[in-house]
């Protein structure tokens, strides 16, 4: 019964920001780290930020300096603030959560829907 809803995306002009959330619902008991991750048709799927329980966080060199991850531990929910925007930031953004069910013996990867961030020249 867990979900990831995301929501912030949307078209820019570059060097303008967005800000993406992901609020993670259902029986949670514990999440082990959030991450963002972006993809374009035919390409692969690419790490933009992660951010653990601990709070360490870890950023693609291509967003680094641009792009902040945070997260709201009581709201179950992950941030990503982008700053300076380029078109090719222009990607379906994707939040990730690995985080183990109420009631369950070990964590799971669990995925959101997919926001279009579109960032024109």
């Known amino acids: 019964q867990v979900q990831l809803v995301e929501s912030g995306g949307g078209l820019v002009q570059a060097g303008e920001s967005l800000r993406l959330s992901c609020a993670a619902s259902?029986?949670?008991?514990?999440?082990?780290?959030m991450g963002w991750y972006r993809q374009n048709p035919g390409k692969e799927r690419e790490l933009v930020a992660t951010?653990?329980?601990?709070?360490?966080?870890n950023y693609a060199d291509s967003v680094k300096g641009r792009f902040t991850i945070s997260r709201d531990n009581a709201k179950n929910t992950v941030y990503l603030q982008m700053n300076s925007l380029k078109p090719e930031d222009t990607a379906v953004y994707y939040c990730?959560?690995?985080?183990?069910?109420?009631?369950?013996?070990?964590?799971?990867?669990?995925w959101g829907q997919g926001t279009q961030v579109t960032v024109s020249s």
């Open positions: 990730n959560m690995n985080l183990k069910p109420r009631g369950y013996w070990k964590s799971y990867d669990y």
């Open positions: 259902g029986s949670i008991f514990s999440i082990n780290a």
């Open positions: 951010i653990t329980s601990a709070g360490s966080v």
